[in-house]
Nanobody
């Protein structure tokens, strides 16, 4: 069973930076996409950035130019570098990975446990 472990959240002041990490473990054969989402209480979870394998990276308009998604395929880890953080970036951030595990082969999609990012002065 594939599992994700997130790290890197915390409390920062506006304008500061944070780096989130999300490592996958298990019998992973290949990963087709990695991504980050965020959720504020009372609102739907929203896309922050996605990185399909061999595809184009997609960012939410609200984070373009400030956030950067990257991945380490050897470690099955996805990162989110967040710069110039704003109070409106405050949310619980979730990573997501999809791919193929096995053998025996089957598709998987898993979510991380969530990590809280608070941007406040």
């Amino acid at each position: 069973q594939v599992q994700l472990v997130e790290s890197g959240g915390g409390l920062v002041q506006p304008g500061e930076s944070l780096r989130l990490s999300c490592a996958a473990s298990g019998n992973i054969f290949s990963i087709s996409a990695m991504g980050w989402y965020r959720q504020v209480p009372g609102k739907q979870r929203e896309l922050v950035a996605t990185m399909p394998t061999g595809g184009r990276i997609n960012y939410a308009d609200a984070v373009k130019g400030r956030f950067t998604i990257s991945r380490d395929n050897v470690k099955n880890t996805v990162y989110l570098q967040m710069n110039s953080l704003k109070p409106e970036d405050t949310a619980v951030y979730y990573c997501n990975q999809r791919g193929l595990e096995g053998p025996p082969y089957k598709l998987f999609e898993v979510w991380g446990q969530g990590t809280l990012v608070t941007v406040s002065s």
